[in-house]
């Protein structure tokens, strides 16, 4: 079984346990052992867009050093937040020694970011490390006749410099739900924003957009959606059940994390934790039905 | 038009934030066409860029960069590859700073909420 | 001055700006009452336990700003002194019977926890070494367990609460967390509800009306002379 160091982010270990549960299942199946970094803390979910103020990349910066004092050259993430998040300081302080060299030295207690640790996303790892054979091998039930919809949000690809895909056509999760035997379904909404952080205080925005995303889903033909990103996951699953309330509309669509689906394929749904979503997806993936026959 | 001293302190000070050049706009909109929220915005992103090239000062009482949530679709389509999402925080920062905070957390329901929308509200929306 | 003091070896502190000598080897708390202070605030067991005597300083030439408990830290010398008896932080009416059953009661109570920027400023201002930033970090994703254990040895000093850049009052938090562990993960001890129900049925009434009819010379005496395990 192979190690590999893994940050889980602060949403892994609680409102989004089942994405961490089915992560972890998942990859032992793939003979690779998430390893959870001893020591982490909030990367911060958003990368701080002003060029003064390193205060704000301390949370990012000093999760990297905990990666460099652990021994490893390489930190894997699911959270597309976190990933972005811990890519863009990265390659802030890669590229820019006075700023490393101040945060270095705010940092006192710890020992200095070399600037060697390189950050990929599970995707990553799956695309280009293992290739989509590899992914394809576990399976055990086939997904085939399930049309997926995949939600790439805002960033997994944006922006380009550090973007694990092409910004405007990007491919992996098309890939990735093949792999798996499922359909990927197209839809226009793949990498538009489902409102974000505004859920806390402009609820009604996300309302709006995650009941245009997921009803476009649907039109397109879509049994459920897929995303790497619990904020995402949030406003499309939760703010969704709310806005079909709200508006008596159609058919609510269930949402995934990816490594969910991934596990329903490899015939393992327990470690999903689907009576956490607002919308189960269980009718959606037909388990019930096969837990019927089953008995 | 010529702008005054506190006109091109408002241009200075929006540069220095963001790191990016405001006179690279040349106004082809394509911002504003990409953004998913300007039904909710009363300046739109291209709008906005060209009240803080003149140095209008009320644009800090816009509604617009709290509205947006930095997911950096103007920012790949930008031709001149301004960073606009950077621009928009900025604005937000010059609040921010004079000790305004957008958010009030005594106020807040925060039940239900996961962790990662307070971090994110409140890192963009608090000083 | 006897002559044993013109032997005796002093440092210069600063309290709250003025200039005393005072010999060294005292703590802080005993150097500020050298000096002519009556504490009234800032002091109380004077043992390391209560967190009452938080103090700042910094020293000569040394732009770090420090934090340690006034009868803990001895005075060294070219040091800055101020006490800080207390700090405003807003502690959270709840009712802990019906908290912490399920969702953050910690990030639902202290939405602010959430502002935290890793800056690890309290943990290097915690006169106790505790890793403040960190059970922090719990907070956020709702781990109470991990804050209730990681901050066990919180003495409520509040000083990590002052020099927060993010005003999060890991003081309230931490006790906060505790006290929702405790009352909803912890095992109920059966030898405290056994002792509770002894009581309630009078067994130890006729002690302890003697015991407030004795004189205050025979308690005096009672007390010295009494067993210790």
Known sequence: MEELLYYPGCSLKDTAIGFEESAIYASRQLGIELKEMERWNCCGTVYSLTADNLMKQLGPVRNLVHAQEEGYEKVYTLCSMCDNTLK?????????????????????????????????????LLRDELGWDAVREPVREPLKGLNVAPYYGCMLTRPKEIGLDDPHNPTV??????????????????????????????????????????????????????????????????????????????????????????AVAYGNSDVCKFDKHAIDPREALALENKALKER | MKLTDSDQDLVAEVEELSGENLYACFQCGKCSASCPFTDEMDELPNQLIRRVQIGDRRILQSKTPWVCASCLSCEVECPKGNDIPAIMEAVREITLRSNVDETDLRDLDTRGLPEIALVSNFRKKTG | MSPSNEDQETVRIHIMGK?????????????????????????????????????????????????????????????????????????????????????????????????????????????????????????????????????????????????????????????????????????????????????????????????????????EERYESREIE
């Open chain 1, 88 to 124: 863009r300081s990265n390659r802030l302080v890669k590229n820019d020694p006075e700023k490393l060299e101040k945060i270095n030295s705010f940092m006192d207690r710890e020992e200095d970011y070399l600037g060697e640790v390189t950050v990929k996303h599970y995707l990553e």
């Open chain 1, 173 to 262: 999760l098309e890939d990735f739900i093949s792999s798996l035997g499922a359909e990927p379904v197209d839809y226009p909404y793949h990498s538009e924003c489902c409102g974000s952080y505004n859920t806390v205080e402009k609820k009604d925005i996300v309302l709006k957009q995650a009941g245009k995303i997921t009803s476009s889903a649907a039109a397109a033909g879509a049994d459920l959606i897929i995303t790497s990103c619990p904020l995402c996951h949030y406003n499309l699953d939760t703010r969704q059940s709310e806005y079909i309330r709200r508006e008596n509309s159609s058919k609510p669509v269930p949402v995934l994390y990816i490594t969910q689906l991934m």
């Open chain 3, 19 to 219: 200039e005393y000598e005072v010999p060294k080897g005292l703590t802080m708390m005993d150097a500020i009452e050298h000096s002519g202070y009556r504490l009234i605030r800032g002091v109380g067991c004077r043992g390391g336990f209560c967190g009452a005597c938080a103090t700042l300083y910094r020293l000569e030439g040394d732009y770090k700003l420090y934090a340690d408990l006034a009868c803990q830290k001895t005075v060294e010398d070219g040091m800055y002194l101020m006490q800080l008896p207390f700090t405003p932080a807003g502690r959270k009416t709840y009712d802990i019977e019906e908290i912490g059953r399920d969702g953050n009661p910690l990030l639902e109570n202290y939405p602010e926890v959430a502002r935290c920027v890793s800056c690890n400023t309290c943990t290097k201002a915690c006169p106790q070494d505790l890793e403040v930033m960190d059970f922090i970090n719990e907070a956020i994703r709702g781990n109470i367990e991990n804050v209730a254990s990681m901050s066990f040895d919180c003495i409520q000093c509040g000083i990590c609460a002052a020099r927060c850049p993010a005003e999060i009052p890991h003081h309230h938090v931490a006790q906060m967390a505790r006290r929702v562990y405790g009352k909803h993960n912890l095992p109920k001890s059966d030898h405290v509800a056994a002792r509770v129900r002894e009581i309630e049925g009078g067994e130890f009434d006729e002690s302890l009306q003697e015991i407030t009819s004795l004189s205050r010379e025979v308690l």
